[in-house]
Nanobody
């Protein structure tokens, strides 16, 4: 099973930016991939996805602010987050779409002044 390690989270002020990375231990080139987040007391939700062909889809809450991308040669997926809001505060995870691996630790994103 491929291991997925998220990084890049941190504390940022409202309106700020962060870039999250998802490093895979094996090839992800043939898989549809996604970013998810889970805030305290809430269920995990899908934020963005990118197909093996590079087609992207976003949740309404992040459209126009987040950009998902992938580098198949490096087996890394990214989530560029701009214009961050306090409601974006959550632990962010990456995984395959539908054919999920075990969920990892994620990376904490905190948007606060």
């Amino acid at each position: 099973q491929v291991q997925l390690v998220e990084s890049g989270g941190g504390l940022v002020q409202p309106g700020g930016s962060l870039r999250l990375s998802c490093a895979a231990s094996g090839s992800i080139s043939i898989w549809d991939m996604g970013w998810y987040r889970q805030a305290p007391g809430k269920q995990r939700e899908q934020v963005a996805q990118i197909t093996s062909g590079g087609i992207t889809t976003y949740a309404d809450s992040v459209k126009g602010r987040f950009t998902i991308s992938r580098d198949n040669a490096k087996n890394i997926m990214y989530l560029q987050m701009n214009s961050l809001k306090p409601e974006d505060t959550a632990v962010y995870y990456c995984n395959r779409i539908l054919y999920t691996h075990l969920w990892g630790q994620g990376t904490q994103v905190t948007v606060s002044s």
